[in-house]
Each structure stands twice: as structure tokens, then as C-alpha cells.
């Protein structure tokens, strides 16, 4: 796969450091301070290889309670391949500080941040995150991988999103990643994705698992996406295969929402097939007597879930997703953690 190394210039500058071509470099950008004057910085790791070529950032919680990417920005920084990259690898393992550091998904004032891209310099606290990561990390780059998980009380089957519209390439990158299913999302205004097409960066969306949560399958499935994308754009050469299992794009996905608030008792689990007019759950009251039953509107595979057992009238449950060749996808996601 051909890459422009426009971007990759002999001396590259992010907050202020230059790192140099061969020169691997920890630096923090400033974002903001905490009551007591506790400054608070967004942890960078850029290792560059000798030799041109594109330039990649890895990222992880952008929500800050999405935590399944922060031990996969750890384990690829863990990588002997590392020190014969070809381009340039940025690694954030933390984007929302804030959250992170007070386990939730948002920043101090609520707002999401991942809605706030491409940002302002002067704007509130979330828009200036936004605006210092574009600057500093994504203009400079020609790829991204953005690291995700479900909200709290939610999760995902390993899946990459991804605007495949956008280019060859993005689809391409999306299949490489090799997660069992491939959504083709629309952008959402305010969202990283959104930004980063604007400014002609491929990137690339992988949500898998629960907040607040280390989940071993997920690790290994986004571990081994990342590195395989980095194969597949030229960064690095390993003899390692990274072999992947065919990966599936759905061509419509739909949430079933609980047509009565109550308690629920889930009859699926994330990663299995249904039928339409299959039961997914059963919403009761608090004595049992009244049961309503949660049925899938069209057939597909699960890929997210509510893991919250009480619901009101309207709440998220169910997030499936719908496949043409609903057969192979079957086996496919069956067979695809037997490994």
C-alpha cells in the first residue's frame, strides 16, 4: 500500500519537542490544571524509524472510562518491532486525563469530547482538548487507529467502525484490522473521525468490551489489528503473519429499544445470531406478573448489549447487526475466539 510521507518530516515538533528521524521521546502536552493547581498533560510516546514513511497515531480513551485501549497502547509500546518502524508511530494511551483519572466517560463539565472535535483554541475545556490533540497529534499524521469500548453498563463484540465511503484505502485498513465485523458508520458531527476525514487522515474506529474493564479476548483482538494495519501500511516488516480471520461488513445495523420499562431477563448474549421474531430478553415487574417480551425485528448478529437488567420505555438493549451473507457470518464469528 503506497503512503504519502509529505507528513513525515526529518524533525517533528508536538508540544514543543523535537523528535528527530531514529529518536524515540516521551512527552507530555499540557492541557489544563485541577483546583489545587495539579497540572494535568496528555501522556505521548513517538517513535520514529530511520526511513520516511506514514505516520500513524494509536489512541485510547477519548472516553475516559474506556480503558481496553490503554493495556493495548501498552502491550504495542511493549513491541521489539518497534525500533525498525519505518515512518512514524505516535502513541497516546490516554486522551481524556480527566476522565481517566475519575473513572468516567466524560470530561468535568459533562461534556463528551468526542463530540467537541476539531475544537477552538479559546472554546470550553473539551474544545480546547479537542483543538490541542488535532494541532498537536492528528494534522501531523496520515492514519489513525481510535480505541474504543461500550458506554457503562454496555458492551461491544470486537468491531471495527469505519466511513467506507471515504476512501479505498479506509476499507482496505478495515478488513486488514481483521475484528470479526466491520460497520459502515456514518459520521457523527463533533467526532474524531469526522475531523481527521476533514483534514485526509485514514483512521479508523475499534470498539470491543465493557468500561472500566481489562478483557483479555479484546486486547488480543485490537493488539493484533493495530499491528497488522501497521504491516499493511508499510510502518513495519515482521515475519510475524498476524494472520486474521475473515472480517464481515454489515450493511445496516439497528438498536431494539424496550417497548416497557421494568426488569429484563437478556435471552442472548453479544456475538450470537438471531432471527427476526427471536426473543432477546423479557422485561418483567418488580412481582413477575407482567411479562413483556423484547423480540429482534430483522435477523443479524449482536453487537452490543445492555448489561443494566433495568430499562425504562425507550432504553437501548439490543445493537444488531445485519449481514447478506448471514451463513458465513455465522460460522465466522462462531470459529473467531476458538483460537
Not at 521521546?25 to 530511520?50: A, C, H, N
Not at 502513541?91 to 486525563?97: E, G, K, Q
Not at 481489562?214 to 497488522?228: A, D, M, S, T, W
Not at 447487526?321 to 464469528?333: G, T, Y
Request: charged letters at 30%.
Amino acid at each position: 500500500m503506497k503512503v504519502k510521507t509529505k507528513k513525515d518530516p526529518d524533525v517533528l515538533v508536538i508540544g514543543g519537542t523535537r523528535i528527530k528521524r531514529g529518536e524515540r521521546k516521551k512527552l507530555q502536552l499540557e492541557v489544563s490544571t485541577l483546583f489545587d493547581y495539579t497540572e494535568l498533560k496528555i501522556p505521548v510516546e513517538v517513535i520514529r524509524g530511520k526511513e520516511k514513511g506514514p505516520v500513524l497515531f494509536i489512541s485510547g480513551a477519548i472516553h475516559g472510562d474506556e480503558i481496553n485501549g490503554v493495556e493495548i497502547v501498552r502491550r504495542i509500546l511493549k513491541r521489539k518491532i518497534l525500533s525498525k518502524i519505518k515512518g512514524t508511530l505516535i502513541l497516546v494511551p490516554v486522551v481524556n486525563i480527566f476522565g481517566f483519572n475519575n473513572k468516567s466517560r466524560y470530561l468535568p463539565d459533562r461534556k463528551d469530547l468526542n463530540r467537541s472535535f476539531p475544537g477552538t483554541k479559546k472554546g470550553s475545556l473539551a474544545s480546547q482538548m479537542a483543538y490541542i490533540f488535532m494541532k498537536e497529534i492528528v494534522s501531523k499524521c496520515t492514519h489513525g487507529i481510535d480505541l474504543h469500548t461500550a458506554a457503562v453498563h454496555r458492551t461491544n463484540y470486537p468491531q471495527i467502525r469505519a466511513s467506507l465511503d471515504d476512501n479505498i484505502e479506509t476499507e482496505e485498513l478495515a478488513k486488514e484490522f481483521g475484528a470479526p465485523v466491520i460497520i459502515n458508520s456514518k459520521l457523527r458531527d463533533g467526532s474524531l473521525r469526522e475531523a481527521a476525514r476533514k483534514r485526509n487522515v485514514r483512521i479508523l474506529l475499534f470498539e470491543g468490551g465493557q468500561a472500566l474493564r481489562f478483557e483479555e479476548n479484546v486486547i488480543q483482538v485490537g493488539l493484533k489489528g493495530c499491528l497488522r494495519v501497521m504491516k499493511k501500511i508499510g510502518m513495519i516488516t515482521s515475519r510475524d503473519k498476524y494472520q486474521r480471520k475473515p472480517a464481515f461488513i454489515a450493511n445496516s445495523s439497528y438498536w431494539v429499544r424496550a417497548p416497557h420499562g421494568g426488569t429484563f431477563s437478556a435471552k442472548v448474549k453479544i456475538g450470537n445470531y438471531v432471527e427476526e421474531g427471536d426473543t432477546l430478553a423479557v422485561i418483567a415487574d418488580l412481582f413477575g406478573s407482567s411479562r413483556v417480551e423484547v423480540v429482534a425485528e430483522k435477523s443479524g448478529i449482536v453487537v452490543g448489549a445492555n448489561l443494566l437488567p433495568l430499562v425504562t420505555r425507550g432504553d437501548a438493549m439490543f445493537h444488531i447487526a445485519n449481514f447478506d451473507e448471514s451463513k458465513k457470518v455465522i460460522k465466522a464469528v462462531e470459529d473467531y475466539f476458538e483460537d
